[in-house]
């Protein structure tokens, strides 16, 4: 029974009967298992048909839905999280890479592109970045118990794009950081606009760190470049301590001009009676 048993699963096997066989021979990446930085931000990553690490990321995140219900004149705003648990699918490829995020009713896609930018380092080189040049928030509203007072059922779409170098800009050879709260406006489609209940959403993003490309063999983030918003927060905070000193030591100077004072006028010689 068992030499049976053993013949069949080799069958099973070698005549690619099972999905994950036929991904890997068209090299599809495919997710691991979700583990979590220190402080609990998810991380998610792709891997290639090599079994290497080719997309890694982490961060926390939630999208508000803005849309119209039946019945109403008045817009309501509904919170979705992006889980830890959430399946990881995407692609990896030397100029263009992708996650995709798949949860219950809900998948968010963030696209990458990398490209020579006219920058140049202390070598005088080049300069290769990489940049989002596209999110994607995908609904499907059917039977959905987020949004139950709403006639317009069916699967829509959400959308940033840009054809420029825009938001989460890193040279190629660092990963992408930004601890800071970002919001990023979702839009439909320009032919949906006008008929859909949906009016737009906002994609919330803290804890980042992107790695789409150039992932090394530890499968590591590399060092980290800080966004705009934690650069000028950072900057900020340098600023306030020489503030605080100064601050304090003008307090310091008026303290000993005001207790010198005191102590003159009360160290004065006074009027003596006269018997």
């Known amino acids: 029974m068992s030499k049976l048993l053993s013949v069949y699963c080799s069958l099973f096997v070698t005549t690619g ?10 090299n599809i990446p495919v997710s691991t298992a979700v583990p979590t930085t220190d402080s609990g931000t998810p991380i998610y990553s792709l891997k290639n048909k090599d079994g290497k690490i080719c997309f ?22 509904v919170v979705v999280k992006v889980p830890a648990d959430a399946s990881a699918t995407g692609k990896c490829d030397e100029y263009n890479s992708a996650l995709t995020l798949k949860w219950s009713k809900y998948s968010l896609k963030f696209s990458f592109q990398k490209k020579a930018a006219n920058l140049t380092t202390k070598k ?46 890193s040279p190629s050879n660092q990963s992408y950081s930004c601890v800071i709260l970002q919001k990023y406006t979702l839009k439909l489609p320009y032919l949906y ?17 992107f790695q789409p490309f150039n992932v090394p063999e530890s499968g590591k983030f590399l060092k980290s470049h800080d966004c705009p918003a934690d650069v000028a927060n950072k900057q900020a905070k340098q600023n306030i301590v020489p503030l605080v000193v100064a601050s304090s030591l003008g307090i310091f100077i008026i303290i000993i001009i005001f207790a010198y004072f005191i102590s003159k006028t009360l160290n004065k010689p006074g009027y003596k009676a006269v018997d």
């Open 17 to 26: 009967l099972v999905s994950i066989g036929q991904t890997a021979n068209i």
């Open 124 to 169: 005088h080189k080049a300069t290769q970045l990489y940049y989002s040049n596209g999110v994607n928030f995908t609904i499907n509203t059917t039977n959905n118990s987020d949004f139950p007072d709403l006639r317009d059922e069916g699967t829509k779409t959400l959308e940033k794009k840009t054809k420029q170098v825009g938001f989460i800009v």
């Open 56 to 77: 890694k990321a982490a961060f926390d995140s939630e999208v508000h839905v803005r849309f119209k219900p039946d019945n109403t004149t008045k817009e309501k705003t």
């Open 193 to 209: 606009k006008k008929t859909s209940q949906f009016k737009n959403a906002k994609l919330h993003l803290k804890n980042v760190r």
